[in-house]
C-alpha cells in the first residue's frame, strides 16, 4: 500500500520508536493512525491508541483519563513504565520542544530520548507519536525522531465531504443543489490544497449564502483558498488582472507558453508528457517579465501564488528553513497553480552572516524543483541574473530561460496600441486622437530604446497634461512626455549593456526573430533569436 497509511505501517512494523507528524488536522492524524493501529491486513499485532493533550492529560484507549498527566513528564513516565503494545499519539508536546527563543524543556527532551531507547529495545512494539503544526526538533532529539509526511486531503476525500454535507442539507430541504456531477467534481477541486476543516468551512459558506449551491457559488470556495494561502504566511493568492494579449510582443515566450497550455492534464500524459517545471525569465528591468506571470496564469485559468521570498527569512530565528517548507506544501497541495517568485536573485543571494540560513533555505529550493511531480509551474523573473548562483540555471530546475530585452520597433508599436487603447476607451480622454498607424508610427520614432513600463509611464504623464487642462489627451502630449523622460538606457547604460552580454549565449530571446527590425539584429543575443529553441 502506497500513501501515508502504506508509509506508517511500514515504520510501525520496522519498530521505529519515534515518528513525528506536522499538521493542522489532528482529528484527522488520530483518525489515519488509528485506523493503521487496528488494522490486523496491515499489522501483524494490532495495537491500541492512547492520545495525550495539555489540557486532557494521557487518555487510555478505552476513553478514560489517567489522573495527574496533563504535564508532559508525567504523562510520558506512565508511557515508559507500560508493557503492553501501543501507539501513543501526543498533541501538544512540541510547546516542551522549544523554538525561536523559547528553549526546549530538557526534563521532556530526555523523557523523550528515554522513550525511544526503551521503545526500540523493548520486546512488545510501541511507538510515540508527536503531532504538532510546526516542525521542532531539538538537535538532542534529531537522530531519534523519524518525520513522516502527512499530506492534505486529496480529491477523493474532499469529494467525499461534499456528498455528505449535500445528502444531509438537501434531505431537510434547508437548501436547493444545482450540481451535475461535473460540477461537483468542479467543486471538489477547487477546493484542493484545504485542509478538511477549511473545505467544510467553504462548502458550508457556499450553501448558506443564497440557499442554493450551484456552479456560480465556486467564488466562495476560491475565496476561503485565497484565505488559506494567506495565512501561510509567506504565500500571497496574487490576483491575476491581465491577459496575455496586454504584453507587447514576447512573441516567442508567448508561442512557448501556449504549446504548453493544459500540458498537466490526463491528454498530456497520454503523450507521456510530464508537467512544465517552468521559466525563468531575465532582462532589462520594465520590459514586461512580472506582467507575463500573472497574464500565464490568467491565460491558463490556474491560481497564481506569489513567493515572497523576503518573508522565508522574517519572523522567529530558525523558522526560515520551515517557512519555505510551508510554502513549498501549500503550492503542491493547491496544484496545478503557477507560483510566481518575482525577482528571485534578491531573496537567494548569499547572505552575510546569517548562520548559513540562505544556503540551506536556497538548498531546500531547489532539491524540490529537480524533485517536484506536482504540476507547479514556477515563474521566475530576475533583472540582476548573474547574482543567482550557478546550480539555479542549470538544465532540471527550469524548463527554459528567456531573455527579455528592450522592445523592437514592432514590439514599442505593440505596447502603444495597448496602453493607448485601454485609456482612449474613457469619455474625457477620447477626442481626435485614435490609435492609427501614423499616430503610433511617430510614437515609435520617439520611444526608441525605451521600456514598456517607460512607455506606460509617457502614456499616464500625457493623460496628467490632460487632466490638468480638463481636455481630451492629445498627441502632442505623448511626444512631449516621452522627450522629457531620460530612459534606462541612458541612465543605467552600462548595467543594461552587462545584462546583454550575459544573455548573448546563455538565454533564449523571447522576442520572436521575424520581430526584430531589418537590419537591426537583437543586440546582444547573437544565435538565440531563433525561434526553434524556445518550441
Known amino acids: 500500500m502506497r500513501g501515508f497509511r502504506g508509509d506508517l505501517a511500514q515504520l ?34 494490532p495495537r491500541p491508541v492512547w492520545t495525550w493533550s495539555a489540557t486532557q492529560g494521557l487518555v487510555q484507549p478505552d476513553g478514560v483519563p489517567h489522573r495527574g498527566t496533563t504535564e508532559p513528564e508525567a504523562a510520558l513516565d506512565v508511557v515508559l513504565r507500560g508493557r503492553e503494545p501501543g501507539v501513543f499519539l501526543f498533541k501538544d508536546l512540541h510547546a516542551a520542544l522549544g523554538g525561536g527563543d523559547r528553549p526546549a524543556n530538557p526534563v521532556v527532551v530526555r523523557r523523550v530520548r528515554d522513550v525511544a531507547a526503551a521503545f526500540r529495545s523493548g520486546q512488545v512494539p510501541r511507538v510515540l507519536v508527536i503531532v504538532s503544526p510546526v516542525l521542532r526538533i531539538p538537535v538532542e532529539l534529531e537522530k531519534d525522531i523519524t518525520v513522516v509526511d502527512f499530506p492534505l486531503p486529496g480529491e477523493a476525500e474532499i469529494r ?13 430541504g434547508r437548501i436547493r443543489i444545482g450540481l451535475s456531477d461535473v460540477d461537483r467534481e468542479r467543486f471538489a477541486k477547487a477546493a484542493a490544497g484545504l485542509t478538511l476543516h477549511e473545505a467544510e468551512n467553504a462548502f458550508a459558506r457556499a450553501m448558506v449564502s443564497d440557499g442554493v449551491l450551484d456552479v456560480h457559488d465556486l467564488a466562495v470556495v476560491h475565496d476561503e483558498k485565497r484565505q488559506a494561502v494567506s495565512r501561510s504566511g509567506v504565500l500571497e493568492y496574487a490576483e491575476g488582472g491581465a491577459e496575455l494579449a496586454d504584453v507587447g510582443g514576447l512573441e516567442n515566450l508567448k508561442r512557448w507558453l501556449a504549446k504548453r497550455d493544459g500540458s498537466w492534464l490526463a491528454a498530456a500524459a497520454q503523450y507521456g508528457l510530464p508537467a512544465p517545471r517552468g521559466v525563468l525569465i531575465t ?5 514586461g517579465k512580472s506582467l507575463t506571470a500573472k497574464a500565464v496564469a490568467a491565460a491558463w485559468g490556474l491560481p497564481l501564488l506569489r513567493l515572497d521570498v523576503g518573508r522565508v527569512f522574517a ?3 530558525g523558522s526560515s528553513e520551515q517557512n519555505m517548507r510551508t510554502a513549498l506544501r501549500t503550492a503542491e497541495a493547491t496544484a496545478p497553480c503557477v507560483l510566481w517568485v518575482d525577482e528571485i536573485e534578491k531573496g537567494f543571494a548569499a547572505g552575510v552572516g546569517d548562520g548559513g540560513t540562505t544556503p540551506r533555505v536556497f538548498g531546500t529550493f531547489l532539491t524540490w524543483m529537480q524533485e517536484k511531480t506536482k504540476p507547479v509551474f514556477v515563474i521566475a523573473t530576475a533583472n540582476d541574473i548573474e547574482r543567482l548562483p550557478a546550480e ?26 495597448v496602453h493607448l487603447g485601454k485609456r482612449l476607451r474613457h469619455k474625457a480622454v477620447a477626442g481626435e486622437l485614435s490609435v ?20 506606460e509611464q509617457a502614456v499616464v504623464s500625457g493623460l496628467f497634461d490632460a487632466f490638468a487642462e480638463r481636455r481630451p489627451l492629445r498627441q502632442d502630449d505623448l511626444i512631449r512626455a516621452t522627450v522629457n523622460m531620460v530612459p534606462l538606457t541612458v541612465t543605467q547604460a552600462e548595467r543594461v549593456a552587462a545584462i546583454r552580454a550575459w544573455a548573448e ?8 526573430a521575424e520581430d526584430w527590425d531589418l537590419g537591426a539584429p537583437p543586440p546582444g543575443m547573437g544565435s538565440a533569436t531563433s525561434t526553434g529553441g524556445a518550441g
Open 505 to 512: 549565449t546563455r538565454a533564449v530571446a523571447a522576442t520572436a
Open 12 to 45: 510501525l512494523k520496522a519498530r521505529f520508536p519515534v515518528l513525528y507528524i506536522e499538521s493542522y488536522e489532528e482529528q484527522r492524524v488520530l483518525a489515519e493512525v488509528t485506523a493503521v493501529a487496528r488494522d490486523a491486513s496491515l499489522l501483524r499485532t
Open 160 to 172: 467525499a465531504l461534499l456528498d455528505s454535507m449535500i445528502a444531509s442539507n438537501a434531505a431537510g
Open 283 to 287: 532582462g532589462v528591468p520594465g520590459c
Open 436 to 455: 492609427d498607424e501614423r499616430v503610433v508610427a511617430e510614437l515609435c520614432d520617439f520611444s526608441a530604446g525605451y521600456s514598456g513600463a517607460e512607455i
Open 392 to 417: 539555479l540555471l542549470r538544465k532540471g530546475r527550469f524548463d527554459e530561460i528567456f531573455f527579455v530585452d528592450l522592445p523592437t520597433r514592432t514590439e514599442r508599436a505593440s505596447i502603444w496600441r
Open 315 to 317: 519572523g522567529i530565528v
